[in-house]
């Protein structure tokens, strides 16, 4: 019994049962023909079929990334600069977030380029947090065209390219580089 509720409570099985239910109970038991609920289905699921598209071409990026060793050779060069640990920390998440355009993958990246720097520096308190917002405003500046986030306001808003490109990458920019005062670290 155990396993049976397990297999119909995992999120795949789960998501597949309810939409075939929606598509029953709401669609043809309602009235519609089954032609006329796979065009409702289509119509709906039109803007998100960019956004998953997109947003599994990041995940196989970063895998990429990982498996190249990108991200080492990015740390170990970083680590050999003068630059501040914080002003540091942002510039690798700006830097992987500009090659890779995951924020999740460049904050990922990021803290755990800069841990074993926080352990040798003994890092703690209030710079602990200040190095998790650097991390963060890195990770959310220069958002581009393998972000699902962009693709999520350009199909949603009805935007081209060029427009969301002026539009949110700048706004997630400034948002990022606003976030972060150089000037108040030492």
Known sequence: ???????????????????????????????????????????????????????????????????????????????????????LAFLIAMVVRIAQDSATVSMVTAAGLMSPLIATLGMEGPVLGLMVIAIASGATAFSHVNDSGFWLVNRYFGLDVKDTLKLWTIMETMIGCCCIHFRDIH
């Open 1 to 87: 019994m155990r396993s049976v509720l397990t297999f119909l409570g995992h999120p795949f099985v789960a998501l597949t049962i309810a939409t075939l239910l929606t598509f029953i109970f709401l669609g043809t038991k309602r009235g519609y023909s089954r032609q006329d609920v796979q065009d409702i289905a289509t119509k709906a699921l039109e803007p998100a079929g960019i956004i998953i598209l997109v947003t599994g071409a990041g995940g196989v990026f970063k895998q990429v990334l990982i498996n190249s060793g990108v991200g080492e050779v990015l740390g170990e060069m970083m680590a050999g600069s003068s630059l501040p640990p914080i002003a």
